[in-house]
């Protein structure tokens, strides 16, 4: 790439960092520009990207179909035969943009209804595939298998079937660390049972329990939140005072 | 009649937001110029993902559903570039495409580009798209998308076209990258490089499919971890600890001894496996970077709250005294 030009690209970038940045003093016009531009930016590109990347490959070449043209002795030939079929698609499409007629909405709930009818033959499979091994998994061995060790000793350098048979076993702080997994879920859970009222000291306590243990599991994400937004705030720390001071050195340093 | 005196806890508790902002930005920007290893012990997580890419078939492709954009940056351009020189180290055919944001590819190409300029430098393989990658770009409608390459990879993917080494237009089944894969199975793995909900899309639609692999952003990687328990993915690095845990893992192996050291520096719990470090291009390198100034700022952050705590019950303290 041009040195010119990536110098001019990562300036842009510093300038329109500090404008976004400057909302951290108040809020002021510079912030406002700068907000406004990757607005507009966004959309555009994304314009461009519709056409480009999707409506193009996905629906005009499989309707036109396609041809490949030697550069050489240009001559072309056809890769694939246009679908005509593949026209009926856009009025389809386009009767999601009725819903803003009173007198033709109902003609919007073809297309939504189509795209309802696969969505709620998938959930089946969906659903399972995404909680079914979490529900599995969630029955876990709390009983130690031994308690020759406390932890699963270094077996790298034992023979083979002793490697396998320390594999094999359930060591108590493994079985501890599960015994705490299986209490978190069951108090969550406990938590969450509004259909009758918690008596006794079992399900209060178990309620209590799984409150706290919902607080603490939430402060966990707060605080891995946290240090992600820290992290972007770092990054753009080096664009400016690594990246760009850099390519400024090499510019007008000849560094 | 003049106010009375604040006390200094009173002071503190009223410190502009805009000064806090300010020693954050100059700490952050200052400790950026120190290059300091911090000793780690990766999670396991990031182990087990570690582990897969460097054991799997050389030979098989590798998928990549790049969903990540500048936005989030700072971790994800980690977790790529760490995932890029793994992949190119092992010489590992790839697929990139996205799924989740029209501005997606374009964000992966320029990554792609500086590990290319990168192993240029260094004199190592430079990677050529059509033979050694592919880049199919964006596929709107993330659910319906994978729901197709896990029904049939050679339907949804069949009208991409990208240019051969001549500059001809063709296939994307044709390139050397895709031509033995029939189905979704036939990859290695897929690696989902995200810093939005498209995980939970790869597992609905593909697991048990594919093996899974995550690199996601601290935000997400609460969401994710489940997952990993479950043993749906094979293993996943969670926001910069997990670009700093693969760079680390990268640098020293793993279960590696140095000769006249008793034990590895990263160990993992299955102990026959043994993965030396990586000897040639970058290793360390933006997570390395990151990690300490970090660290800077969560100090910063512990100070604040328990300057703030400690000066409002000094403060309440003064006021039922008085």
Redesign the interface.
């Known amino acids: 790439m041009n040195e010119t030009f990536f110098w001019w690209k990562l300036t842009i970038g510093v300038i329109a960092t500090i404008g976004l940045y400057s909302v951290l003093y108040r809020e002021t016009k510079l912030y406002r520009f700068f907000e406004h531009l990757f607005l507009g930016l966004a959309a555009g590109f994304t314009l461009v990207a519709l056409w480009k990347e999707t409506l193009k490959p996905l629906w005009w070449d499989k309707m036109t179909g396609s041809a490949t043209i030697d550069p050489i002795t240009n001559v072309s030939t056809m890769d694939a035969p246009g679908y005509w079929v593949y026209g009926f698609l856009l009025p389809i499409g386009l009767m999601g943009y009725l819903v803003f007629t009173k007198r033709h909405n109902w003609m919007s709930r073809i297309p939504i209804g189509v795209i309802l009818g696969f969505w709620s033959g998938q959930q089946v499979q969906i659903w399972w595939n995404r909680w079914g091994a979490q529900i599995y998994s969630s029955m876990q061995p709390v009983w130690p298998t031994t308690t020759d060790s406390f932890t699963r000793p270094y077996s790298a350098d034992l023979p083979a079937p002793e490697q396998a048979y320390i594999a094999a076993q359930l060591y108590p702080s493994q079985a501890i660390s599960n015994l705490i997994f299986v209490i978190t879920i069951l108090a969550a859970l406990s938590y969450f049972f509004f259909s009758f009222d918690m008596k006794g000291r079992l399900l209060k306590g178990s309620n209590t329990l799984g409150r706290w243990l919902l607080m603490i599991g939430f402060g966990a994400i707060f605080g891995s939140t946290v240090m992600a937004r820290f992290v972007l705030e770092i990054d753009r720390m080096s664009y400016i005072f690594v990246e760009w001071m850099d390519q400024t050195g090499k510019m007008f340093g000849g560094g | 009649m003049s106010k009375p005196e604040k006390s200094f806890w009173e002071k503190a508790q009223a410190i502009d937001r805009?000064v806090l902002?300010a020693v954050?930005?100059v700490c952050?920007?200052i400790s950026?110029?120190f290059k300091t290893e911090i000793p780690v012990n990766p999670d396991d997580s990031s182990k087990d993902l570690y582990v897969s890419l460097m054991t799997i078939d050389p030979n098989k492709t590798v998928l990549i559903e790049s969903d990540w954009t500048n936005?989030?940056?700072?971790?994800s351009?980690g977790h790529f570039e760490a995932l890029m020189r793994i992949l190119m180290n092992r010489n590992i055919k790839f697929v990139l495409y996205s799924i989740a944001d029209?501005?997606a590819?374009q964000v992966a190409r320029d990554a792609l580009l500086r590990i290319q300029e990168e192993r240029k430098a260094q004199g190592l393989k430079v990677y050529e798209p059509w033979v050694d990658y592919l880049d199919l770009?964006?596929?709107?409608n993330a659910?319906?998308h994978l729901?197709a390459v896990g029904n049939n990879i050679r339907t949804a993917w069949g009208?991409?076209?990208e240019r051969d080494e001549?500059?001809?237009?063709?296939?994307v089944f044709t390139s050397p990258v895709l031509s033995g894969v029939r189905v979704v199975g036939d990859a290695s793995l897929l690696i989902v490089c995200s810093a939005s909900a498209t995980i939970?899309i790869a597992?609905?639609?593909l697991?048990?499919k594919v093996p899974l692999g995550f690199m996601v952003?601290?935000?997400m990687?609460?969401n994710a971890l489940?997952?990993y328990?479950?043993?749906?993915i094979v293993g996943m690095g969670?926001?910069?600890?997990g670009v700093y845990d693969v760079e680390y893992m990268m640098t020293y192996g793993v279960?590696y001894r140095v000769e006249g050291t008793n034990k590895p520096k990263v160990s993992y719990?299955e102990?026959?496996v043994t993965i030396p470090p990586v000897t040639e291009g970058t290793t360390f390198d933006r997570g390395a970077?990151?990690f300490l100034?970090?660290h800077v700022?969560?100090a910063l952050?512990i100070l604040a709250i328990i300057l703030g705590n400690v000066a409002m019950f000094a403060s309440r303290k003064k006021r039922v005294v008085a």
């Open positions: 805009r902002y954050l930005i952050t920007a950026l110029f936005s989030t940056r700072g971790e351009a029209p501005q590819p770009g964006y596929f709107p659910e319906g729901q009208g991409r076209k001549a500059g001809v237009e063709r296939d939970d597992v609905e639609r697991y048990g952003t601290g935000v990687g609460p489940p997952y328990q479950a043993r749906q969670v926001g910069l600890k279960n719990r102990e026959s970077r990151y100034p970090l700022a969560l952050m």
